[in-house]
């Protein structure tokens, strides 16, 4: 049997029409690439490197576009939350779309499998049976060629009793 390359995909590509509610389009990709990012050491250490420089920038008084107590930094963490939130539940949701489709193409999997199996141990006992069959039937046959020969040998003797005279003694 030829395998293509994406053999082991055969039951999943019956999933692949499926779509988040968000749509697998620009905005679906972007912004669970984005959910993605919220939760990387990178991200959190540049958050942290923007904030630290935010408050030195303001307390030391290099300039004062935010003073203490840092009401532009709550608003910007704010804003950033307020988009964070929903791409984070996009992501969530896509993801849990993708794994029910998994979960599907894996239980039709492992049900046609187990159709496999049956269907070859039933396909096997058909199989045993019928050798045991031959088998018989062998028996019956090599036990009839003996009880032939058998008696084409006793045939024989006679025979030749019959026809050959006893050699003087």
Same mark, same amino acid.
């Given at each position: 049997m030829s395998l293509s390359a994406d053999h082991h995909r055969r039951f999943h590509r019956v999933h692949d029409h499926l779509a988040s509610i968000y749509g697998d389009g620009w905005f679906g990709a972007r912004a669970e690439a984005f959910a993605?990012?919220?939760?990387?050491?990178?991200? !959190?250490? !540049? $958050?942290? /490197?923007i904030v630290l420089v935010w408050v030195a920038v303001n307390v030391a008084g290099f300039t004062t576009f935010d003073p203490y107590p840092f009401i532009l930094l709550n608003l910007a963490f704010s804003l950033q939350a307020a988009y964070a939130a929903p791409?984070? *539940? !996009?992501?969530?949701?896509?993801?849990?779309?993708? =794994? @029910? %489709?998994?979960?599907? /193409? =894996? %239980?039709?999997?492992?049900? =046609?499998? #187990?159709?496999? /199996? +049956?269907?070859? $141990?039933?396909? %096997? #006992?058909?199989?045993?049976?019928?050798?045991?069959? &031959?088998?018989? $039937?062998?028996?019956? *046959? +090599?036990?009839?060629? @003996?009880? !032939?020969?058998?008696?084409?040998? =006793? &045939? +024989?003797?006679?025979?030749?009793?019959r026809t050959c005279p006893t050699p003087p003694a």
């Amino acid at each position: 049997m030829s395998l293509s390359a994406d053999h082991h995909r055969r039951f999943h590509r019956v999933h692949d029409h499926l779509a988040s509610i968000y749509g697998d389009g620009w905005f679906g990709a972007r912004a669970e690439a984005f959910a993605r990012y919220f939760g990387t050491p990178l991200f !959190l250490a !540049l $958050q942290t /490197a923007i904030v630290l420089v935010w408050v030195a920038v303001n307390v030391a008084g290099f300039t004062t576009f935010d003073p203490y107590p840092f009401i532009l930094l709550n608003l910007a963490f704010s804003l950033q939350a307020a988009y964070a939130a929903p791409m984070i *539940l !996009l992501a969530q949701t896509r993801q849990a779309d993708r =794994d @029910k %489709a998994h979960a599907d /193409a =894996d %239980a039709q999997h492992r049900e =046609d499998l #187990a159709t496999a /199996a +049956t269907r070859r $141990q039933d396909e %096997a #006992a058909t199989e045993s049976a019928r050798m045991l069959e &031959l088998m018989r $039937q062998n028996t019956t *046959l +090599t036990e009839a060629v @003996k009880a !032939l020969s058998e008696r084409i040998a =006793d &045939l +024989t003797v006679e025979m030749h009793r019959r026809t050959c005279p006893t050699p003087p003694a």
